[in-house]
């Protein structure tokens, strides 16, 4: 499975923006897919995943409420919503596939990556 993500820009505190998750590889329908993210000077963190079923959808808890991750399997695609963005909000976002499907909230679970796209949030 290879992963694209897209969709990161540079958006005022407050804004909104769409982040895409597009795969190759017809067994992507079987795949759990994460948004991770980095901010400079830290460590990679979870944001969201959903399950290759869209029956599990976990958030981190600074993004719940603000962040909806959904997908449309037909189009080989996950899409992560963001909302009421802070500057915190600042970092790469990556996308990563799970084979095992279920939408899990830890990095080594993953075992594909994307490259990462940059969203900006000025203040």
């Known amino acids: 499975v290879q992963l694209q993500a897209s969709g990161g820009g540079l958006v005022q505190a407050g804004g909104s923006l769409r982040l895409s998750c597009a795969a190759s590889?017809?067994?992507?329908?079987?795949?759990?897919v994460g948004w991770f993210r980095q901010a400079p000077g830290k460590e990679r963190e979870f944001v969201a995943a959903i399950s290759w079923s869209s029956g599990t959808i976990n958030y981190a808890d600074s993004v719940k409420g603000r962040f909806t991750i959904s997908r449309d399997n037909a189009k080989n695609t996950v899409y992560l919503q963001m909302n009421s963005l802070k500057p915190e909000d600042t970092a790469v976002y990556y996308c990563?596939?799970?084979?095992w499907g279920l939408g899990d909230t830890v990095e080594r679970s993953y075992d594909y990556w994307g490259q990462g796209t940059l969203v900006t949030v000025s203040s």
């Open positions: 590889g017809r067994t992507f329908s079987s795949y759990a």
């Open positions: 990563a596939a799970d084979q």
